[in-house]
């Protein structure tokens, strides 16, 4: 697995401290991207939290998320979570080790007490001393949230800077683009009041299943009676709850949930990713689960044809400059901006997503603007499939015949057949997943000639 070590540089330990006006809590930042540019230490909000106790509970569940490995629990990785200013909302998102687990706490601008945020990205120092103060907090005294340095002057800035190492795997930076992708496909299946929602979430184990029921493969829950009730296959309505103890960080802010929301794709008998969200007052929790324990949402393949064609490169870079930090991203709104069709806008948003510049919000049901401070380009240049699929396409590997193609990929030929956005190709990974996660390198080589995709050394 490719990786590189992420350096984060604080100007000092974020932490909760006494002051005149009750606890503050101080989230310090590391470099980021603004509408100034990039900064060192950027500053998004300084004000007080309408709800103290819940939002502290939030944002360790997020904390939780990015620590924990759901999957080969011996081999321990954190990265602090990444917050967002987007103007009216502070959103704060963290992945877990494995890669299959994303989540979310947006702090809305009533959470806010009103006062508007900033704008832009950066990741934040949730360290140890830290959660154990922030799980002190039980009751809903005044506290104060600083998101940034005391000191706008970021850059006169004096004494030691705290720095973090820590690992960046390219498919934790691939996962965010996929968990987006996956998003933006879901519907609302059900929504639960806040003691159906307790009562659900406190049924599921808080550990991985084994024996017989770790054999059975996914489960799927329905919404029924105004409660969700589990279901031996994925009838119409259904939501898949794959790795039903993945939601465990979400165990911290049931006391104070008022409404639970489920969203997942249409059933087709296939297992897939959902999403639960759990509405608080003034924020929303919202974990995105891949479609099993043992898979994470870096080899999903939904972005991979959105990276094939330099079509999507160029709208791409149209699109970026007219997104403005917006928290909520209307499609249809940047077509009209961009005389761009709505479907070329939506891929160039898939494209932006795999550089961490795009997320989905499915309470809005739209996209939001943010910058994640990682190289840009790495989830493109080290994504298996789609390094595979050009290598292909460079050493003429492409024979098309109507409808069909040839690809040769060592001593073997491998045929492809195109009907519509359909294929099929005498792979394994297309006996094995039949597209549902995204295309082979063949059928993605395929593509890639047939719109003519720039690669070097050509296509025949």
């Known amino acids: ?35 100034r ?15 103290p106790r819940t939002a502290a509970r939030g944002l360790l569940a997020v904390a939780d998320v990015a620590a924990a490995r759901y999957y080969q629990r011996t081999l321990p990785a954190s990265l602090d979570p990444v917050v967002t200013g987007n103007g009216d909302r502070l959103r704060f998102e963290s992945f877990s080790g494995c890669c299959g687990v994303y989540a979310r706490l947006d702090v809305l601008q009533e959470g806010l007490d009103g006062r508007e945020t900033g704008h832009g990205t950066t990741n934040v120092d949730v360290n140890p001393p830290l959660r154990e103060a922030l799980s002190r907090i039980t009751a809903d005294d005044p506290l104060h949230l600083r998101v940034g340095p005391e000191e706008m002057a970021v850059t006169t800035l004096d004494g030691p800077v705290v720095e973090k190492k820590v690992p960046l795997p390219d498919r934790w930076l691939r996962g965010f683009a996929e968990a987006q992708v996956a998003s933006a496909g879901f519907d609302l299946r059900a929504e639960l009041t806040a003691a159906q929602a307790v009562a659900f979430l406190r049924s599921l184990p808080r550990s991985p299943s084994s024996g017989r029921a770790a054999a059975h493969g996914a489960r799927w829950v329905l919404a029924s009676g105004g409660s969700l009730r589990p279901t031996t296959r994925p009838v119409p309505g259904a939501v898949c709850l794959p790795g039903p103890e993945r939601l465990v960080a979400l165990q911290r802010v049931l006391r104070d949930a008022t409404a639970l929301r489920v969203y997942g794709p249409v059933a087709d008998g296939a297992a ?21 324990s043992s898979r994470g949402f870096s080899g999903e393949g939904g972005v991979l044809e959105a990276l094939a064609t330099d079509d999507a490169a160029a709208d791409a870079e149209l699109v970026s400059v007219l997104l403005a930090w917006e928290p909520r991203i209307e499609p249809a709104s940047l077509a009209e901006q961009s005389g761009l069709g709505v479907e070329r806008v939506r891929a160039a ?9 795009v997320g989905y919000d499915l309470a809005d049901a739209a996209y939001f603007h943010r910058e994640l401070p990682y190289d840009a380009d790495r989830a493109e240049r080290h994504n298996p499939r789609l390094v595979a699929a050009r290598r292909l396409v460079g050493e003429g590997a492409v024979s ?4 069909r193609a040839t690809v040769a990929s060592g001593d073997r030929r491998y045929q492809v057949r195109e009907s519509g956005s359909a294929f099929t190709c005498t792979c394994q990974w297309w006996a094995d997943y039949r597209g549902r996660r995204g295309p082979c390198k063949h059928a993605l080589a395929v593509r890639m000639v047939r719109r003519g995709a720039t690669v070097a050394g050509g296509v025949r």
């Open 37 to 51: 540019g990039a900064e060192a230490h950027p500053r998004f909000f300084a004000g007080f939290l309408s709800d």
């Open 400 to 403: 098309l015949d109507g409808a």
């Open 1 to 35: 697995m490719t990786r590189s070590v992420q350096a984060l540089a604080y100007a000092r330990p974020s932490s909760l401290e006494s002051s005149q006006v009750g606890p503050s809590l101080g989230l310090e930042t590391s470099g980021g991207l603004t509408p």
């Open 349 to 357: 948003l898939t494209r932006l997503g795999t550089a961490g510049r």
């Open 272 to 292: 897939a990713a959902s999403a639960w969200e759990v509405v608080l007052p003034g924020m929303r929790l919202t974990l995105t689960l891949s479609p099993d």
